[in-house]
């Protein structure tokens, strides 16, 4: 940003050194001016649309292993649903509820890895409405069963 702003301010001094004029110069400077400011709100409010996306983020993190219902999260940091959903796919490039499989998901790959939880006891865990749909959804995201993935990964066995 202090990059953005120097660059701006340098394109503003050349177009000035070549001005002989002082009230093309005072306008110059107000457009500079304007231009600075419209610039550091655009920003402000980028600042502000990431935190809600940050919150969102935070509130999936913490309830991983609930059913977490996309207007609950816009209730709770107190936000409209469609605006959260809008912005959230507009910020991340992914809905909030592909965002909450995935994260599921990673979770899950974790529990395979490092823990001897059955892959049902991991399904209930995260709150997956059955073993096979659970099966189904890391599976597409690994691109094995959680079965095939804990005999290729799993450190657990190793520790014991």
């Not at 001005?19 to 457009?31: G, H, L, P, T, Y």
């Not at 469609?82 to 790959?109: C, M, N, P």
Request: aromatic share 12%; proline share 1%; charged share 30%.
């Amino acid at each position: 940003i202090p990059e953005e702003a120097f660059s701006m301010v340098d394109g503003y001094i050349m177009k000035i050194e070549d001005m002989n004029n002082a009230v093309k110069i005072d306008s110059m400077m107000r457009q500079a001016e304007y231009e600075f400011a419209e610039c550091v709100a655009e920003i402000h409010k980028n600042q502000q649309k990431n935190e809600l996306v940050e919150r969102t983020k935070n509130y999936i993190y913490q309830n991983l292993h609930s059913d977490i219902a996309i207007g609950e999260i816009g209730q709770k940091i107190g936000v409209n649903t469609s605006y959260l959903s809008d912005l959230f796919h507009k910020v991340e490039g992914t809905t909030i509820q592909q965002y909450i499989r995935k994260e599921k998901i990673r979770l899950a790959e974790n529990m395979l890895r490092y823990s001897d939880y059955e892959v049902k006891e991991i399904a209930n865990y995260l709150s997956f409405c059955s073993q096979s749909y659970f099966g189904n959804i890391f599976r597409k995201q690994t691109g094995m069963t959680p079965a095939r993935y804990r005999k290729k990964y799993g450190k657990w066995k190793e520790q014991k």
